[in-house]
């Protein structure tokens, strides 16, 4: 990885740490899969915008509807537990 490449993830890092008042380090748990079956939805706000068969990082578990994501770009976002599949 350049040292541009570097400074931009640290730079996304910082900005999703402020966005979603997330303090300490990302580390990911687990791995999940989008349901093939569930409908694409576009992201907004804080939500994460969903691809069928995605595989996600999962960041924390929120709450018992959602899970707070990574996806492969590197952008973070809330995503519905409802969708999401273990590996």
Not at 81 to 87: K, N, P, Q, S
């Amino acid at each position: 990885m350049t040292l541009k490449e570097c400074k931009k993830e640290e730079k996304a890092d910082r900005e999703f740490q402020k966005k979603f008042k997330f303090e300490g380090s990302i580390n990911v748990l687990t791995q999940m899969m989008v349901d093939p079956a569930a409908v694409e939805k576009r992201g907004g706000g804080k939500n994460l915008p969903l691809r069928r068969g995605e595989i996600l990082d999962v960041i924390q578990f929120t709450n018992q509807e959602q899970i707070l994501c990574r996806n492969s770009q590197r952008r973070y976002g809330y995503v519905p537990r409802a969708v999401m599949l273990h590996l």
